[in-house]
């Protein structure tokens, strides 16, 4: 009798050793959740579990992946970018319209669209301290305006983009490994170098923690505020330049199914909404969750209506997941 | 300077006037923003007061339900989704009804869906998961839902609710009274109830510090639950009359989308902090209107339709970077 209660107890104490475990190393649940709605995936649609399988989820994780770098960066501040996809979609336009002009040109045109939003958006929120998400709101609907004009005027007929482009976005190196990829995987390791290694990163984490302390320490928070939304920009512009070479060509809804996707990819990789915590590794598993969930959900083929609601109570769960899991810690 | 100050100290109606100041300069803007509208127009009369008001109705419905979420300290971007829920199922289910069951469907949506949300506040509470977070995900739930109950635009409503949201009951032209009275009615007892009665004050107690409302012995998690079923109650409102106006139901999430995203718009540009505890109800009636009147009135000035968004995003930033601004001048002063 009392030998069984001393085996339950040490059960339920190895049970609790495996949960602190990982609570203090979230990220290995995360992937544990990849590999499961993989391998589900790949019940599903047998195909799925192969090389193509895996080409396949990254592709499509790439766009959103960097995107997501743009949220987690804005986020890890306090702040937030609802203007990414329309800033994608419009650097995507101007890169198409620069295409006659060789690829070079095409790219640089592309991203400097990106960084000059970008720093409107952090002259708004840093320096007239206008809060993050009505800064971007309002820019997102200015840049729907704008392009939507220009569309049928300036920009008008340019919705081809150059062939490098489409090879950068669609093709792949030595036919394997996506081109797109290989351009996330750089702007990863950017990133995370930023974010760990540097001394802005370190701002970024702090003014996200506590920013009249940072303040007080000398620092002029609006500087890097405004060079992190500049970053968001540039990235945002990358990530629209890889999608307009995927399509081929370039259109306005490009980019706008991403918007909420990139947030819910920081938010179920643990980065804080309310800035300070989180970081990119977490982001990039949750881009591959979303992504692989994306692939399910068009394998089980149930409708738009059905995947959408799915769609949303995963992400739900995995992040009420995440942060019961976190907070007993 | 001082004795202006002490008048004011001692003088309770203009001190209530200062208070609201922000308020009452909203609707100031609006009633500028009217007249000027009247001289851009040939005509202008009960059709024109008609076709405002009833068009800014759902916006309006939308922006008093995420004020009120706001000032509790959460944010909602599920109304729209519930906006679309909630016009879907009236579309689908009210066609060819007698006016009983339709005055009951739509009864039933207003208490079904504010429990709907109340359950999202519930939820929001048990998880510790940020409100944003949470609203993002359910919107998705919510439209998909939608989606599946009225998978094409369609439906269709009684001519009694569309003379109850429009003034005709056609939907075109008709009385500007109902509308009018639909608008200012649920705005205003909102806006009351919230500042005088004891569980909007705690409202405003949870938004304004969380902490400090708990240990004076509120119950902080009863007040987001209930601010969320308000949000629901007035989504359901919003979903009814986008039903009444347009004569038919639409799925679309585009447009659950934006009428979220210009819900937070008109809360913030109504003077209610997204740090929540601070401002009135009553200004997010103005600036819903205005929001939705920037576009006829950009559109007579000769103004076409996409530069007409431009100065809309562009309005709404300038105003708060001059806000911001006056805000960075005074600590700077002080």
Do not use: C
């Amino acid at each position: 009798m009392s030998g069984e209660t001393r085996i339950v107890t040490g059960r339920a104490y190895r049970a609790g050793k495996a949960q602190t475990w990982l609570a203090q190393n979230p990220l290995i649940a995360l992937v544990i959740v990849f590999i499961a709605l993989f391998l589900v995936t790949g019940a599903v649609q047998p195909n799925f579990l192969s090389v193509n399988g895996v080409r396949n989820t990254l592709l499509q994780a790439a766009p959103l992946g960097i995107l997501a770098a743009a949220q987690t960066v804005l986020m890890l501040t306090g702040g937030i970018d609802l203007s990414v996809t329309m800033i994608a979609t419009g650097a995507a336009y101007v890169a198409a319209n620069q295409s006659p002009n060789g690829a070079g040109v095409a790219i640089l045109a592309g991203v400097l669209v990106g960084l000059l939003i970008g720093s409107i958006n952090g002259v708004g929120v840093a320096v007239f301290r206008v809060n993050p998400l009505i800064m971007t709101l309002a820019m997102s609907g200015i840049l729907l305006g704008l392009f939507t004009a220009w569309t049928q005027t300036v920009l008008a007929g340019s919705t081809q983009v150059a062939p490098f482009i489409k090879l950068l976005g669609g093709g792949a190196w030595m036919g394997s490994v996506p081109y797109s990829v290989l351009v996330w995987g750089g702007v990863a390791l950017v990133v995370i170098w930023l974010l760990r290694r540097s001394g802005w990163g370190r701002l970024i984490y702090a003014i996200g923690d506590n920013e009249i302390a940072v303040r007080l320490a000398g620092v002029r928070v609006w500087q890097v505020r405004l060079s992190a939304y500049m970053l968001s920009g540039v990235l945002a512009a990358i990530a629209g330049i890889l999608l307009g070479g995927r399509t081929g060509a370039v259109d306005l809804q490009l980019a706008g199914a991403f918007l909420l996707p990139s947030v819910a990819a920081a938010v179920i990789g643990g980065t804080s909404i309310f800035g300070g915590v989180g970081g990119y590794t977490g982001t990039i598993l949750g881009a591959l969750i979303l992504s692989v969930l994306n692939s399910l959900l068009t394998f089980l083929n149930v409708g738009q209506a059905i995947q959408q609601m799915v769609y949303g109570a995963i992400v739900l769960a995995l992040a009420w997941g995440y942060a019961s899991l976190t907070r007993r810690s | 300077m001082t004795n202006a100050l002490a008048a004011t100290r001692t003088h309770p109606a203009l001190r209530a006037l200062l208070r609201n100041s922000w308020v009452l300069g909203v609707w100031l803007l609006l009633g500028a923003l009217l007249l000027w509208y009247t001289t851009l127009i040939p005509v202008f009369g009960p059709f024109q007061i008609t076709s405002i008001t009833k068009n800014s109705l759902p916006l309006v419905y939308l922006a008093i339900g995420q004020a009120i979420i706001v000032i509790a300290g959460g944010i909602d971007l599920s109304l729209g989704a519930l906006l679309l829920l909630s016009n879907v199922i009236a579309a689908r289910f009210m066609e060819g009804q007698p006016v009983g069951v339709v005055a009951a469907i739509g009864l039933a949506l207003i208490v079904g869906i504010a429990l709907l949300n109340a359950l999202t506040g519930y939820i929001i509470n048990l998880s510790g998961v940020p409100d944003i977070v949470v609203t993002l995900a359910t919107s998705y739930i919510w439209s998909g839902l939608a989606l599946w109950i009225l998978p094409s635009p369609g439906g269709g409503t009684a001519p009694e609710m569309r003379w109850l949201f429009t003034g005709s009951p056609s939907g075109i032209g008709g009385s500007y009274w109902p509308p009018l009275l639909m608008m200012l009615i649920p705005g205003l007892l909102v806006a009351l109830w919230a500042r005088t009665s004891r569980p909007g004050l705690t409202l405003y107690a949870t938004g304004s510090n969380r902490t400090a409302a708990q240990l004076a012995g509120l119950n902080v998690r009863r007040a987001k639950i209930l601010a969320y079923a308000i949000g629901g109650a007035m989504a359901a409102l919003a979903g009814l009359a986008m039903v009444a106006i347009t004569g038919t139901g639409d799925p679309r999430f585009a447009v659950g989308a934006s009428a979220t995203l210009n819900s937070v718009a008109a809360v913030v540009l109504g003077g209610i902090a997204l740090t929540g505890g601070v401002g009135n109800v009553f200004g997010v009636v103005a600036t819903g209107v205005t929001l939705i009147m920037l576009n006829p009135i950009l559109i007579a000035m000769g103004v076409n339709s996409n530069n007409a968004q431009v100065i809309q995003g562009v309005l709404i930033a300038g105003v708060m970077m001059v806000g911001g601004l006056s805000a960075v001048l005074r600590e700077r002063r002080s």
